[in-house]
């Protein structure tokens, strides 16, 4: 039987299309997702479910309402957020951050932490634009540093090839898709076909 596993869907910034990228991971697998912590009033659970309907969706540990870090949103709404849900107790899921890898959840508690429980491997989203180079690197340096598996580089939007190549030399790490820009997204995402390091480990 083939060992399951989960990949924790983190990004270098908030909005740089964490969401949309694993709704394709989840429309050409057998993965659950999840969204630990969902912050804001828009609901990522809703759009992963439009782009790949056939996906199970686990519901979100906390859903708070303020468009901040878990921390900061939970200290508006009086929550204090319990390190002890998030048991580690997960296989073949997508678990997608709120964030980036350090955004704090709660004394001590960043999303990086969660990555290490679910024993995931990280897949970085970055999405392109000014100072993304920077953002790449600096997030890959602190998965890094925690000894945290680390997939590879997903690309929300079309890179220059020369610049693509400046991120693969210094991360050390490989760009495994270039997801283009699209009106259409479920179209786009049905069209193009994961890598074989993510769909080793969740079909």
Avoid at 46 to 74: C, F, G, N, Q, R
């Amino acid at each position: 039987m083939k060992h399951s596993t989960n990949v924790f869907v983190t990004g270098t910034d908030t909005n740089v299309g964490k969401t949309l990228i694993s709704a394709w991971l989840c429309w050409h697998t057998s993965a659950d997702y999840w969204k630990l912590i969902q912050t804001g009033e828009d609901s990522d659970c809703d759009m992963v479910a439009k782009l790949s309907p056939h996906t199970k969706i686990i519901p979100e540990a906390y859903k708070l309402k303020a468009p901040l870090s878990p921390y900061d949103a939970a200290k508006l709404e009086n929550v204090e957020i319990d390190r002890n849900l998030f048991n580690g107790n997960l296989q073949n899921t997508i678990i997608e951050g709120a964030g980036g890898a350090l955004v704090p959840i709660g004394e001590n508690f960043f999303m990086a932490d969660l990555i290490k429980m679910y024993h995931a491997k990280a897949l970085i989203v970055a999405q392109s634009k000014l100072g993304v180079i920077n953002h790449l690197l600096m997030t890959a340096e602190i998965l890094k540093i925690r000894n945290i598996e680390i997939l590879g580089i997903v690309l929300n939007g079309e890179m220059e090839d020369s610049l693509q190549r400046t991120i693969r030399k210094f991360s050390g790490l490989k760009i495994l898709s270039v997801i283009p820009r699209s009106n259409d997204l479920r179209k786009l995402l049905q069209s193009i076909l994961p890598p074989s390091e993510i769909l080793e480990l969740l079909r």
